[in-house]
């Protein structure tokens, strides 16, 4: 008993320091991403749970997120220029309740909506960008986690994007199904011009942005991302290119974080 009783200002004290600790370890700046240069970052206003994809327009922020206590998911809508939160929709459908990486592509935001495990089951959703209404819904028999528009192909990518699938939007083609050249397990991903640009994780605390060309199904382009800090609010302690992100020229921009969560704004070299 006495032992326990000089053990008790001490732990007070260690318990005194903690507030501050956290202070201190919730990093205001990142690791960053390599050959990039962090401008800015923007705070999204309301609530966000586990974030997952990023989308964006000149005046729009999207985001799709997955409330895993309550087994839903969403997709959320931004003032880009203020971060003020317009709206979100449910996207959840029954088991299936996991959004992912979206591309967005003549007036369509296309998000797989996923049960939350591998080889299990998905629809791909088409979403109206101007009124976020449900256009049309295909199901498809395996976890799809992320999508990229390239013409009338959307390509996908499943549980850790170890699979790639093509599919013809317009219904006249098979689907195909394509190796992830990478190890990277990409959660996010865009076309810029014939180059599919995929973000991912490696582990907890490091990234890749990957640069794959189409026609030949090689990674032209590697750039290493760090972490967020594990301290909320300011990081789960995921790499930057973890979850959302996507990509304007030589303008990057990720959500790492879940919420309350921020946009970092990266500037590429050329």
């Given at each position: 008993m006495m032992f326990v009783r000089?053990?008790?200002?001490?732990?007070?004290?260690?318990?005194?320091?903690?507030?501050?600790?956290?202070?201190?370890?919730?990093?205001?700046?990142?690791?960053?991403?390599e050959r990039a240069r962090l401008l800015d970052t923007l705070q999204l206003d309301g609530e966000l749970f586990h974030v997952q994809g990023l989308e964006m327009t000149p005046q729009r922020i999207w985001v799709t997120s997955v409330d895993r206590r309550h087994h839903r998911g969403y997709i959320h809508e931004f003032d880009r220029?203020?971060?003020?939160?317009?709206?979100?929709?449910?996207?959840?459908?029954?088991?299936?309740?996991?959004?992912?990486?979206?591309?967005?592509?003549?007036?369509?935001?296309?998000?797989?909506?996923?049960?939350?495990?591998?080889?299990?089951?998905?629809?791909?959703?088409?979403?109206?960008?101007?009124?976020?209404?449900?256009?049309?819904?295909?199901?498809?028999?395996?976890?799809?986690?992320?999508?990229?528009?390239?013409g009338h192909q959307l390509v996908a990518g499943n549980w850790d994007s170890r699979l790639l699938y093509v599919f013809d939007l317009t219904g006249q083609a098979r689907t195909r199904v394509l190796s992830n050249p990478s190890d990277?397990?990409?959660?996010?991903?865009?076309?810029?011009?014939?180059?599919?640009?995929?973000?991912?994780?490696?582990?907890?605390?490091?990234?890749?942005?990957?640069?794959?060309?189409?026609?030949?199904?090689?990674?032209?382009?590697?750039?290493?991302?760090?972490?967020?800090?594990?301290?909320?609010?300011?990081g789960r302690g995921g790499p930057l290119t973890g979850e959302g992100m996507t990509i304007e020229g030589r303008d990057l921009f990720v959500v790492p974080e879940d919420g309350p969560s921020r946009v970092f704004h990266f500037r590429l070299d050329a």
């Open positions: 000089s053990l008790r200002p001490a732990l007070i004290a260690l318990l005194a320091m903690l507030p501050a600790f956290s202070t201190a370890a919730s990093p205001e700046r990142t690791d960053g991403i220029a203020t971060g003020r939160f317009v709206r979100r929709v449910d996207l959840t459908d029954g088991p299936r309740y996991h959004p992912g990486g979206m591309s967005i592509a003549r007036g369509s935001i296309w998000v797989p909506v996923a049960e939350n495990r591998p080889d299990s089951t998905s629809q791909l959703v088409e979403i109206d960008a101007a009124t976020l209404t449900v256009r049309r819904r295909v199901s498809f028999p395996d976890h799809l986690g992320c999508v990229a528009i390239l990277t397990h990409y959660q996010d991903m865009k076309f810029v011009g014939r180059a599919l640009v995929a973000g991912g994780s490696r582990g907890l605390f490091s990234g890749t942005v990957d640069w794959i060309d189409w026609s030949t199904m090689t990674v032209a382009r590697t750039l290493r991302a760090g972490a967020v800090g594990p301290v909320r609010p300011f």
